[in-house]
């Protein structure tokens, strides 16, 4: 009687102990041929793959050269400074927000803190002690500045880079604020900045007429001053502004400088010179 090999199916003469097709031995060939070996994607993982590698920091400022983690940096906050100065206004105005800084020597608005003499000569590349303040007169400080505080002026916001003080009859504030800068920038890249930020909120923001950019220093900071207009509006209302401003930086741009007076286009004279012992005094802490 044939034996039929269970691996191959071919038939043998009985009494084949192997299969003379395939060499199966017949009697484990009666049993049954052992189940074929599944494909090489079925097999089970040796191991685990391993876990995604976590995302190197991304920062909002540059991309991180290499894959390794990179610490989180710190960029000028032009953004939250002008924010800040903007709710100002409000006291100002009653009709809108707004925000200011110091302003070009020359101006057809009539004012502006750059007009006011410099304590320290042009050339002066980082900030020196200001001259004392008046008798009476009191003082805010925080990481980076400290700015007198003439009677009836009040704080208005503080932290540790920013301090923003009103005139005793809300028609406008003075904001000085300076602290690190990473990555370093130059004044114009500051000022730069400044305007991308300003435009950004108030679209008509321009030079104002008949103003010029101009260098020079605040108690030692060295920077660019510049005035810009811009129209503040709420409820149906309108005001014509101006941001009568400074930016600094110190000598390789580790450190930046800001002072801003924000008030009305018509009040920028008085202001200016409202403003005279607040921005004369002004004490730059960082170099």
Request: proline share 12%; hydrophobic share 35%.
């Amino acid at each position: 009687m044939a034996v039929t090999c269970a691996r191959c199916g071919a038939l043998n003469p009985d009494g084949n102990q192997f299969c003379q097709a395939c060499g199966t031995p017949l009697s484990a060939a009666a049993a049954g041929a052992p189940p074929s070996s599944p494909p090489p994607s079925a097999l089970p993982l040796a191991y685990p793959s391993p876990p995604p590698l976590p995302v190197a920091y991304a920062s909002p400022y540059y991309n991180p050269a290499g894959a390794a983690p990179q610490a989180a940096v710190h960029r000028t906050p032009w953004a939250l400074i002008i924010s800040g100065v903007v709710v100002l206004i409000l006291v100002m105005a009653g009709c809108g927000t707004a925000l200011v800084l110091l302003g070009p020597r020359a101006s057809s608005l009539g004012g502006g803190v750059a007009g006011l003499p410099s304590p320290t000569p042009g050339t002066s590349p980082s900030p020196i002690a200001s001259p004392t303040s008046a008798p009476g007169t009191t003082s805010a400080s925080n990481a980076g500045v400290t700015v007198p505080l003439p009677t009836g002026w009040t704080v208005a916001s503080q932290d540790t880079e920013t301090i923003i003080l009103v005139n005793p009859n809300s028609t406008g504030s003075v904001t000085v604020a300076s602290g690190t800068s990473n990555p370093k920038q130059s004044a114009q890249q500051n000022k730069d900045d400044v305007d991308k930020s300003l435009q950004s909120k108030y679209p008509d923001t321009a030079p104002c007429p008949g103003s010029k950019t101009t260098t020079g220093n605040i108690n030692g900071a060295q920077g660019i001053f510049w005035n810009l207009c811009f129209t503040l509006t709420s409820g149906g209302h309108s005001l014509p502004a101006v941001a009568s401003l400074f930016v600094g930086a110190n000598s390789d741009g580790s450190v930046y400088y800001l002072v801003m007076l924000a008030t009305s286009q018509s009040s920028l004279q008085s202001f200016a010179v409202e403003s005279k012992p607040v921005v004369q005094g002004i004490v730059w802490k960082l170099k």
